[in-house]
């Protein structure tokens, strides 16, 4: 056993003793200073809330500061309640203001009210122009904190405004260059300005900014960050004014929760807003059960389809061995080409109006997927069961594979055209689907070449 690990049984140990007193909460805090941060919040994300806020409340400013920033913004709002009223105003003042908006967001209005006006004056206003935005706005993850350079400067007066403004601003590495009514003008880096000559202008040295309007969508935004390879990304209102900064570390948790919600929802489920180990088991269910009764209630379009054809499967009972292959490859295959979609809808390589492209891309995809199978289906099928048997379970996945893959392809654009989250539409939706319609086209095709 590691001494980490030694050290995380002994905090263990003590979080679960019924009573505490002094000498136990005095060695809970000795054990808890010497863990990591990473440890300490995931003992405080898995821990049962009780147990989670009795080891924040021994916590150092600095150590319950830094684990108060890594945990989710659902997560900080479950502990405020549980905290003493001091340590929550010391927190909540040294957060970020977009971090804080965050927060608030979850929070009860009355004591989200109560917070916020236990800020001083320019925090409360940062705030207050960060949570003025749509939630799912990039403008809810700019910080309003930026240093920005007037055109006129020399490079040698801009480093000197850069090193006394420093500790104010997000960050320093990317400087917005406005004019008087801080219209965005364009951004120069710090590095191109320590290695510029100390009498050039800072207009003749910025250059075109990639920004983003503060109420352009969070997932976007975020995107066109990473296309573009910043560290920073300026924020604009609509006439053009800079009110905000996007940082790396903001556009990463975007896409975190982006991701998240669509791995959760292509799998039949809905995300969980805290860590795993700490939900409660009925949220752990309400988030899977909804989803497996509607797919519960659609299979049942299977069931009808094998109960019209059911006497065809009285007559040629062979034909039910291949119903799981047929159905599963169908489901497989419109995954593989609902996947490849949804990603390349959210990265921009495919809009909505690329509609058709996808459609003819996804049927010859398809198609050729569907001749290799076929090919090996007809032979196997063919010499264990006869060439009539190979000939239906041939031409059964050459079309099944060519449907499911325009399904596949097609669903998740559909789904954007509708305003709906393509990844709603993608796995659980298009195996449904295609089960059905697979087998409508095998017990046709059957019934063609069998003469049933």
Not at 218 to 228: D, G, K, N, Q, S
Request: aromatic share 4%; net charge negative; hydrophobic share 50%.
């Amino acid at each position: 056993m590691t001494p980490a690990s030694a050290t995380i049984d002994t905090v263990l140990a003590l979080l679960r003793r019924e009573t505490q007193d002094e000498a136990h909460l005095e060695q809970l805090a000795l054990e808890a200073q010497t863990l990591p941060t990473a440890e300490l919040v995931y003992l405080v994300e898995t821990r049962p809330s009780t147990e989670a806020a009795l080891l924040f409340r021994v916590l150092g400013k600095a150590s319950a500061l830094a684990v108060f920033e890594a945990l989710p913004a659902h997560h900080q709002a479950e502990l405020i309640s549980a905290l003493r009223t001091q340590q929550v105003a010391d927190i909540i003042g040294e957060l970020d203001p977009d971090d804080r908006a965050s927060l608030f967001d979850e929070l009860p209005a009355s004591v989200a009210e109560r917070l916020m006006h236990g800020l001083d004056a320019d925090e409360r206003a940062m705030t207050t122009t960060v949570l003025g935005y749509p939630r799912h706005a990039i403008g809810r993850y700019m910080s309003p904190e930026v240093l920005a350079l007037a055109p006129g400067l020399t490079v040698r007066e801009a480093l000197a405004h850069v090193r006394e403004r420093a500790e104010e601003a997000e960050t320093i590495y990317l400087l917005p260059v406005v004019d008087s009514s801080r219209i965005l003008l364009g951004v120069v880096g710090l590095r191109r300005l320590l290695v510029a000559d100390g009498d050039a202008l800072v207009g003749d040295l910025a250059h075109e900014a990639v920004h983003a309007a503060a109420t352009d969508g969070r997932e976007e935004a975020a995107r066109r960050f990473f296309a573009a390879k910043l560290l920073a990304m300026p924020i604009v209102d609509g006439e053009g004014r800079l009110v905000g900064l996007v940082t790396v570390d903001d556009a990463v948790e975007i896409l975190e929760q982006e991701n998240t919600e669509d791995s959760a929802r292509t799998s039949g489920s809905e995300p969980l807003p805290r860590a795993y180990l700490s939900t409660p088991i009925l949220r752990v269910v309400r988030s899977r059960i909804v989803w497996l009764l509607v797919l519960a209630i659609s299979a049942i379009l299977t069931v009808q389809v094998l109960e019209v054809f059911e006497d065809r499967l009285d007559k040629v009972v062979i034909l039910a061995l291949f119903i799981p292959l047929l159905t599963g490859t169908g489901g497989n295959t419109g995954n593989q080409a609902a996947t490849t979609v949804t990603r390349a809808l959210a990265v921009g390589e495919v809009r909505v109006r690329d509609l058709p492209r996808v459609v003819w891309r996804e049927l010859r995809v398809g198609a050729v997927l569907g001749v290799v199978l076929g090919s090996l289906g007809f032979v196997v099928a063919g010499l264990v069961y006869g060439a009539s048997i190979g000939a239906v379970i041939g031409l059964t996945l050459l079309s099944i594979c060519a449907m499911a893959a325009i399904v596949g392809g097609l669903m998740p654009l559909v789904a954007k055209r509708v305003g709906a989250d393509p990844a709603v539409f993608s796995n659980p939706f298009i195996s449904t689907f295609c089960d059905a319609t697979g087998l409508i086209i095998y017990f046709s095709i059957a019934t063609a070449v069998l003469g049933l």
